[in-house]
Every structure is written in structure tokens, then in C-alpha cells.
């Protein structure tokens, strides 16, 4: 079974950037559509951004459009998330998240779409 490691989370202030890796073991994300979610204080987990599994295409939450960028690599097994001017909105625990193998929905954006999951990295954004 695929194993997901987040890291990259920390702690930045307003505006600054950070890049989140997902780093994936036990088996290939090849084929899979792959996401992130995230999860703030006294919220529920949200969808932030899915991508197929070749790459291709993506799909963002309205209020990271423009301000994050998902890609991935799948020879590296890695999946990545850019995030520009961060908003102290952005607070939360991001996971990410792997779909089904060549599922029919190339970009998955429920929960229940995704099949495993990381363990989370902790992104604080400071005004």
C-alpha cells in the first residue's frame, strides 16, 4: 500500500511563499489522480487542489486559483504544491491525498474519491 509523507509546512508571514512535497512510497502514484486537502482549526478538511494522473489537469479551490500551483512528478513519486501570497486564511493543516488507479474521474475533488492519505504538515501564515 502507498505510503504519503507531507513536508514542507512551517511557519511564514502574509504574502510569503512555501512549497508543499508529498512524497509517496511502498508503491507508484502512476495512474493515480492525487490531491491536497487541508484542514483548519474548528473546521472541517476541505479540498484545495486535485491533478490527474498524467498531469495534465488540475483543479483549484476558487480561493487558491491563482495564488497555488499543483504539479507533480511520477518518476520521482512526488507530488507538489506551490503556494504564493499566503493569507493567514491558509492556516491549516494540509494532507495529501492519493485517488483510485486510473479512476473515471480524472480530477477528483470529494473525500471519498481519494483512497489514501497523508499524515499532514502544518502551514501557519502570520499577518
Known amino acids: 500500500q502507498v505510503q504519503l509523507v507531507e513536508s514542507g509546512g512551517g511557519l511564514v508571514q502574509a504574502g510569503d511563499s512555501l512549497r508543499l512535497t508529498c512524497a509517496a512510497s511502498g508503491g507508484t502514484i502512476n495512474r493515480y489522480p492525487m490531491g491536497w486537502f487541508r484542514q483548519a482549526p474548528g473546521k472541517e478538511r476541505e479540498f484545495v487542489a486535485a491533478i490527474s494522473w498524467t498531469g495534465d489537469s488540475t483543479y483549484y479551490q476558487d480561493s487558491v486559483k491563482g495564488r497555488f500551483t499543483l504539479s507533480r512528478d511520477n518518476a520521482r513519486n512526488t507530488l507538489y504544491l506551490q503556494m504564493n501570497t499566503l493569507k493567514p486564511e491558509d492556516t491549516a493543516v494540509y494532507y495529501c491525498?492519493?485517488?483510485?488507479?486510473?479512476?473515471?474521474?480524472?480530477?477528483?475533488?470529494?473525500?471519498?474519491?481519494?483512497?489514501?492519505w497523508g499524515q499532514g504538515t502544518q502551514v501557519t501564515v502570520s499577518t
Open positions: 491525498a492519493l485517488g483510485y488507479f486510473l479512476q473515471a474521474v480524472r480530477v477528483p475533488i470529494s473525500e471519498s474519491m481519494f483512497s489514501s
